[in-house]
């Protein structure tokens, strides 16, 4: 997998790229990052790229031809447009599984904007979809491209050891993750719960199964709704009828 980023900082994303998971990933060839600075690309001995929107209004608007360029210089080399991801609070909210499907592809570009937005025109042009990771705003595109590439990285093959690393995980079975717990067996007076010092696994399973039900019905609502029916009878399954057995006459 290709990430081409365009950025007006990419000093940004050399911590985060290039370190732990993600680090590892590209040292083995299964990631590759392309920063692209749109600065590069302004046109004037001051590196401006920004102005003033028509219209009027306050702040500042991202000029459509350097963004342009600036893409254009990052797919030079591509084989076919990739997927164009602008991240904006306009955007659909980012799931796991817009995650699980991004993942099956094999480039993508993030343009990450700043100051009150960019040119609508460049946005028209190149951008295939826009992504939101939240109901808030934040100064630039950075940080929530770096969330949304590691939710991605993280599905592909060879990224993490194995796929366990992932599947128990929140919000990729539709349900929150359950409790985990390691040494010392007793921390401030708080016990591991027994059954986990069990051994046995088919309890164990059904315990940390019973605990993601819990989890996401009190922290989760509207997650636990979309399955109501079946969680509820997981937690709460119908007494088994005895049979009775009859008389000798």
């Not at 699980?100 to 040119?119: A, F, P, T, V, W």
């Not at 696994?201 to 979309?226: C, F, G």
Request: proline share 6%.
């Amino acid at each position: 997998m290709t990430f081409h980023i365009l950025t007006l900082f990419p000093e940004m994303f050399s911590g985060t790229l290039h370190s732990s998971m993600l680090g590892r990933a590209e040292e083995k060839g299964i990631l590759k990052f392309n920063i692209v600075d749109i600065r590069d690309f302004s046109g004037n001995k001051h590196n401006r790229v920004d102005d003033s929107p028509y219209g009027g209004g306050r702040g500042m608007v991202m000029q459509a031809p350097p963004v342009y360029d600036a893409y254009k210089s990052a797919t030079k080399n591509s084989a076919s447009k990739p997927h164009t991801i602008h991240m904006s609070p306009k955007g659909k909210p980012f799931t796991q599984k817009r995650a699980i499907e991004l993942s099956k592809m094999d480039e993508i570009l993030i343009l990450c904007g700043h100051y009150e937005g960019i040119d609508q025109r460049v946005i028209d042009e190149i951008v295939d979809e826009e992504i939101s990771i939240g109901d808030f705003v934040l100064t630039g595109g950075e940080i929530p491209a770096m969330a949304v590439i590691d939710a991605i990285s993280r599905m592909i093959d060879g990224v993490l050891s194995n796929e366990e690393s992932f599947t128990d995980e929140s919000h990729f079975s539709g349900l929150l993750e359950y409790p985990h717990y390691t040494r010392p067996p007793v921390f401030m007076g708080r016990e591991v719960p027994d059954v986990l010092l069990s051994g046995d696994h088919a309890k164990i399973d059904a315990w940390r199964r019973k605990q993601s039900l819990l989890l996401t019905k009190e922290k989760r609502p509207d997650m636990y709704a979309l399955n109501e029916a079946e969680y509820e009878l997981e937690l709460n399954p119908p007494p088994k009828k005895s049979r009775r057995k009859k008389k000798s006459q």
